[in-house]
């Protein structure tokens, strides 16, 4: 099957492998081929399938979607500051200048390891990352190492959909949390959204904090068996189940497995009020009246931009009439600065004098 012609310097530029006004000197010095013979143009219309460099075919030569292992310490960005590892540092030199730019689908903290999914392809990202997509949020698994045993209540107010971190105004999504070695205080916890630093967040408002954080899956994504540092390319497969698969509908709240199961443990979870109440505190509403008086003011302000707007296209097209315009808006400046000013001043109090004297000088 005979593929679509493309420009060779726009292809190769696209792949990441040089620019466009240096892909003659690449094509020299790599041993580029077309078709087994050398290009003679940067402009030439060639067959990408025919494409070789060093007698080998391109690799890679479709849009990518690959699975990351992220070692602690590596950066999910695109942008090197200082001192930073970024995750693009663990890849090929050339994906870095791919176009459509290869783009991680949301981010993992710092000092978090595991899975982070890149691709050109934007709206796969979207799916990925959004949790306001059509289809709903993919639940993210975690791994997460505590530093305090569980209390018991924790599944109850993860999965309530009514705490409310810290400086924040908007009560969380509801998550899961599930006991995976209670003797290594291992758990796992899945999130239908993404909030800065949410998972230490939501541990420090039930009094306990994260000692390590390791993600496993994204949706039908999981990490498997590839080595920290590594990565793969997802199969037709695995992305047609990201289109396909539709959020979890069971986000209600659970009871997890407890540390201790004794007795005394079990009265204390089976008590009537709820314990998200405490870990929870009322959201804060922002007051009505104040949000329309916002609102006032912007209008206002919008207003005023575009009488200024239509004032500088009414100059730009009619120049002869700048001076009368100018004239007119300083008297109806002056004008409103005279209503202003309505008030009347109190008169001031006026000194006595002596009447004049009507005789006659002598």
Known sequence: KMSKLVRFDKYLSNLGYTTRSKVMKFARQQNVTVAGRRVKSASEMVNPTDIRIGDKPLPYADNLSIVLHKPRGYVTSRKKEGDNKIIYDLLPSEFFDRKPLLVAAGRLDKWASGLVVLSQDHKFVQRLAAPKSRAGALGKVYHVQLMNDLTGNEASVFASGKLLLRSE??????????????????????????????????????????????????????????????????????????????????????????????????????????????????????????????????????????????????????????????????????????????????????????????????
Not at 284 to 297: E, F, H, I, T
Not at 311 to 331: C, S, Y
């Open 169 to 362: 105004t908007k009560e969380l999504k509801p998550a899961k949390i599930e006991i995976i070695d209670p003797q290594e205080k291992l758990v796992q916890m899945t999130l239908y959204e993404g909030r800065y630093h949410q998972i230490r967040r939501m541990l420090a408002a039930v009094k306990n904090k994260a000692v390590s954080i390791h993600r496993v899956q994204v949706g039908p994504l999981s990490l498997g068996s590839l080595p920290v540092g590594h990565w793969r390319i997802l199969t037709p497969q695995e992305i047609e189940k990201v289109w396909k698969q539709s959020p979890s509908s069971s986000l209600i709240a659970e009871t997890s497995k407890t540390v201790d199961s004794s007795p005394q443990k079990q009265e204390e979870q089976s008590q009537d009020t709820p314990a998200s109440q405490d870990a929870a505190p009322a959201p804060v509403r922002v007051p009505l009246r104040k949000s329309l008086s916002q609102v006032r003011k912007t209008k206002k302000k919008m207003e005023k931009l575009k009488q200024k707007r239509e004032e500088k296209k009414f100059i730009r097209h009619n120049p002869q009439l700048e001076g009368e315009v100018k004239k007119a808006k300083a008297d109806e400046q002056a004008a409103s600065e005279k209503g202003d000013k309505q008030e009347v001043k109190p008169k001031s109090p006026r000194t006595s004098r002596k009447p004049k004297s009507t005789k006659k000088k002598l």
